[in-house]
């Protein structure tokens, strides 16, 4: 806001002593910087959401106006963990390759990672759940 104030104040200034196509470029910039908050405003609320229910692990993602969700049933889902630093967590499920956390730091893709494992197996009853077992990831 204040940029757009200070570009027009001084291309008012120029175009009041004789310079009008300073406002004009002044109108211009104005024009891409609104451009750039719209496109910015689409995607704050990029992300993903992966929630264990059930039997069910429930994947939305959200990306500008586009919203997917996938429902991956436990017997099936397969956990993948990240490679590298640009590599997102894989979860497959019959058939379906779905890549989530590219958001966040890679420790953080990992840690996530590794509780929906943990939270998969214990679903699975491979082990006792621990009343503090992460069930929702966003």
């Known amino acids: ?25 002044a109108g211009i910039e104005l024009i891409a910087v609104a451009a750039a908050l719209l496109i910015h405003t689409r ?6 959401a992966v929630v264990l229910r059930g039997r069910v692990v429930e994947i939305e993602i959200r990306h500008g106006a586009k919203v997917s969700r996938h429902d991956l049933g436990l017997d099936w889902l397969r956990v993948e963990l990240p490679v590298g630093d640009r590599c997102p ?10 890549g989530v956390g590219l958001q966040v730091p890679f420790q953080r893709r990992l ?13 699975h009853g491979v082990q006792r759940p621990s009343p503090d077992a992460p069930q929702f990831w966003s």
């Open 43 to 48: 995607h704050v609320g990029d992300g993903e």
């Open 1 to 25: 806001m204040l940029l757009c104030v200070v570009s027009l104040s001084i291309g008012a200034v120029f175009w009041w002593l004789g310079f009008g196509v300073v406002l004009a470029f």
């Open 89 to 98: 967590v894989v979860i497959h499920g019959l058939g379906q390759r779905i």
């Open 111 to 123: 840690a996530f990672a590794k509780d929906l494992r943990r939270a998969v197996h214990l679903a």
